[in-house]
């Protein structure tokens, strides 16, 4: 089976700081994938490599087995919210069509076909009651939500996510876990950036650990061991290592946040 | 004591409204009609320039395009509007491409290159204007206020409509400006949206960011250097003032839009006559007439907002 991104001996800098050194790893598909590590160890750099956003340094990354350009549409980006500023004067819809103008192409409007799938893609995320508001009037939960809704207006197979979960509330972040592993049930990939250590191993089944290069990638049940994790943290890991140990033993999550 | 003109002279009605239109025709018609032509496609440009924090690009390209006019001139020997154009289109882009390059390549913020790039651009553009051209004229009134005033007395087009004789060159120039960008603006407009909202998504969904950015700046040196001739370097007033006025009332881009055009054809309006009353330069009082109406949009919306705190503070 072709994996849903594969990651050749990948280098990327800033400014000629590397700030990943020869990352290989595989994201099979049908997989929810998050990439794991401390502040400042490449996580949204390595997402957006794959994206292109990036000037890479070495090697290189594709997708369901070939370069992006090929399958783009195929692929869904999600930024960090706080990437865009939210005072922009468009309404939660307008941001949701904007998932369609990729397979609209240049010259072409949207349709009414393309406002249905907004409008779905709206209802998904139980954001069809603010379709009209103007997006700086919105909780960043909310804001989350219409992000994702655009993701899924682009009726993508794979879903790149940049920290899906900063900065949202409790209902929000259970009902993208709901989602998420909605679209892995009918066949999507989903890659997320994501920073709680303790809910890692309930979200997601395949992990990338990394701190500057893969310190490991596998099955959850592999990777998310003591050693590996403190490996990735250093001696930044001492409080979060047991809290995460803990949330991993209890088949039921409670949100800490609550 | 001298006898020294009042601050503001007094109003007459008939010399500041009244007048333009009977006495001066089709002179102010002409006027009026050209700086509507250039205020309305500035406004459409400069509501993206607001959105994607570039407002002062346009200061920037109106002064480094000065260097593209003098190498057009140098090259072709020749005045034509078209070489014109060209020459401002590239040093527009060669200024955005130089803001680019220094913003990736060195730790300066945009607002620092910007500076850099047009200074340095424009202080060229003297250096060829005095060592190679020694006998044009660059006359520092027209550069700051254009010359709005003299286009009834511009170079005549071979169109004539009726009683009101041969439309002025500058017209048609500034039509012809206001319908490429027009036009342009709608065909882009999806691409414009999406681009200045979030580009890292847009390029991630296969839309050419770098091309609609180029794009955009191509666009904004024609209109530019179109208006240059005629309002001087207070095209920014042009660019920056009626999307600003606009967002006050409204947070959908149609209708910012939509309120942009109708404030930078109030903008012309009231600055014409506000300059017919005060006798200063056209493009002076236009721009001033723009930041009386920026000021009064805002001091209105804060008046309406403490009102409706105030209804909204529960009765003792």
């Not at chain 2, 025709?25 to 006027?31: C, D, I, N, S, V």
């Not at chain 2, 002062?56 to 078209?82: K, Q």
Request: charged share 15%.
């Amino acid at each position: 089976m072709t994996p849903a991104v594969e990651f050749h001996d990948l280098t990327v800098s800033y400014d000629r700081k590397p700030v990943l050194f020869g990352v290989d790893a595989v994201v099979p598909e049908k997989s929810l994938c998050g990439i794991i590590g401390p502040n400042g160890a490449g996580k949204s750099t390595l997402i957006k490599a794959v994206m292109g956003l990036l000037p890479v340094e070495g090697g290189w990354t594709q997708v369901f087995g070939g370069p992006l350009d090929k399958c783009r549409q195929r692929v869904a980006y999600v930024p960090q919210r706080s990437s865009v500023d939210w005072d922009f004067p468009v309404n939660a819809m307008d941001v949701v069509l904007m998932g369609r103008y990729g397979r609209l192409g240049l010259f072409k409007r949207p349709e009414k076909t393309d406002r249905a799938i907004a409008a779905e893609a709206l209802e998904k995320v139980q954001m069809s009651a603010y379709a009209d508001r103007q997006i700086s009037q919105l909780s960043g939960g909310q804001q989350q939500r219409v992000f994702l809704a655009r993701a899924l207006a682009q009726q993508a197979d794979l879903y790149l996510m940049d920290e899906p979960f900063t900065g949202v509330d409790a209902a929000t972040e259970r009902a993208i876990v709901t989602l998420l592993q909605d679209i892995r049930g009918k066949g999507g990939t989903i890659v997320a950036v994501h920073h709680d250590l303790t809910t890692a191993p309930v979200y997601f089944d395949h992990l990338l650990l990394i701190n500057l290069r893969l310190i490991a990638s596998g099955p959850v049940e592999e990777v998310f061991t003591q050693e590996l994790l403190q490996k990735t943290y250093g001696g930044r890991l001492t409080v979060l290592s047991e809290m995460a140990f803990k949330g991993m033993k209890k088949p039921e999550f409670r949100d800490p946040r609550e | 004591m001298t006898n020294r003109a009042p601050l503001i002279p007094p109003f007459s009605w008939h010399q500041a409204i009244v007048e333009p239109w009977t006495d001066h025709q089709p002179g102010t018609l002409w006027m009026v009609l050209t700086a509507i032509l250039l205020a309305v496609p500035c406004a459409l440009l400069g509501n993206y320039l607001i959105l994607r924090r570039m407002a002062l690009v346009g200061d920037a390209i109106s002064h480094s395009v000065l260097p593209g006019l003098v190498l057009a001139y140098l090259l072709f020997r020749d005045l034509g509007t078209g070489y014109m154009l060209g020459g401002a289109i590239a040093a527009g882009l060669l200024t955005t491409l130089l803001i680019d390059f220094l913003t990736a390549k060195t730790k300066l913020k945009s607002d620092a290159a910007t500076g850099i790039a047009y200074t340095t651009l424009f202080a060229l553009g003297m250096y060829l204007v005095n060592r190679y051209t020694s006998r044009v004229h660059l006359d520092a009134e027209c550069v700051l206020f254009g010359e709005l005033e003299y286009i009834p007395l511009s170079e005549p087009s071979a169109l004539r409509v009726g009683e009101w004789g041969f439309i002025p060159m500058a017209v048609l120039i500034s039509l012809g400006a206001a319908l490429a960008v027009g036009v342009l603006l709608k065909v882009f407009a999806k691409e414009l949206k999406v681009t200045s909202f979030d580009p890292g998504f847009a390029r991630s969904a296969g839309v050419r960011v770098g091309f609609i950015h180029y794009g955009l700046m191509a666009l904004l040196s024609l209109i530019v250097v179109t208006s240059l001739e005629r309002v001087g370097i207070l095209v920014v007033a042009l660019l920056v003032l009626p999307g600003s006025t606009a967002q006050f009332f409204t947070r959908r881009l149609a209708r910012l839009h939509l309120l942009s055009v109708i404030f930078a054809v109030t903008g012309v309006l009231g600055g014409f006559h506000l300059g017919s009353w005060l006798l200063v330069p056209t493009a002076a009082s236009i721009a001033l007439w723009g930041g009386l109406q920026f000021g009064a949009a805002w001091m209105g919306t804060l008046a309406l907002q403490s009102w409706r705190r105030a209804q909204m503070r529960p009765a003792r």
